[in-house]
């Protein structure tokens, strides 16, 4: 396996998403009701990416291997609860990868781009949640520096999450 790796375009929005629902049913799908998993997942559609993968506030990396897509990262501005208290501050938004790109090093360089995206906008933190039940990503991103500083409740349709925010020093 030897990923290339582009920087998103509204074009990509479908291979996008499907990238996306693969690896958060994969990982995520059998915690809910099916009610609140549609429900959630309605939001997540292909316009919502395209206009997302067209707004310079929301810059995606992907990943691809022989063409297709592997996985991608997605940095936005601030929308967890958490007060910024007067720094500048981005957040890692999503990072999904399809199982066949885990263990290869494909997520240790969509997060290297995102540390060194966040830096090259001004950010002083990096911020991302990591669902409370996911111990490997918490591995993952405590391997980085990123500090849990926090808890909040994610919904999904109507089920709360337990989820930690997490904080990555820039500055």
Same mark, same amino acid.
């Given at each position: /396996?030897? #990923?290339?790796? =582009?920087?998103?375009? #509204?074009?990509?929005?479908?291979?996008?998403?499907?990238?996306?629902?693969?690896?958060?049913d994969a990982i995520f799908r059998h915690l809910y009701a099916p009610e609140d998993y549609d429900a959630f997942i309605d939001g997540q559609s292909e316009a919502a990416f395209a206009a997302q993968l067209g707004d310079p506030a929301y810059p995606f =990396?992907?990943?691809?291997?022989?063409?297709?897509?592997?996985?991608?990262?997605?940095l936005g501005p601030p929308s967890l609860p958490y007060d910024p208290a007067g720094r500048t501050c981005i957040e890692l938004r999503q990072l999904y990868l399809l199982d066949q790109a885990k263990g290869t090093g494909v997520a240790l360089a969509l997060t290297d781009w995102a540390v060194a995206e966040a830096r090259r906008r001004g950010a002083a933190e990096l911020w991302l949640s990591v669902f409370s039940d996911n111990p490997r990503a918490r591995r993952f991103?405590? =391997?980085?520096?990123?500090?849990?500083?926090?808890?909040?409740?994610? /919904?999904v349709g109507n089920h709360a999450d337990d989820e930690f925010?997490? =904080?990555?020093?820039?500055?």
């Open positions: /396996m030897s #990923p290339t790796y =582009r920087d998103g375009a #509204p074009a990509d929005a479908a291979t996008v998403r499907a990238v996306y629902l693969e690896s958060f =990396r992907l990943a691809e291997v022989d063409g297709s897509l592997v996985g991608f990262c997605k991103y405590a =391997r980085y520096g990123f500090e849990e500083v926090g808890e909040f409740k994610f /919904m925010l997490c =904080r990555l020093k820039l500055a």
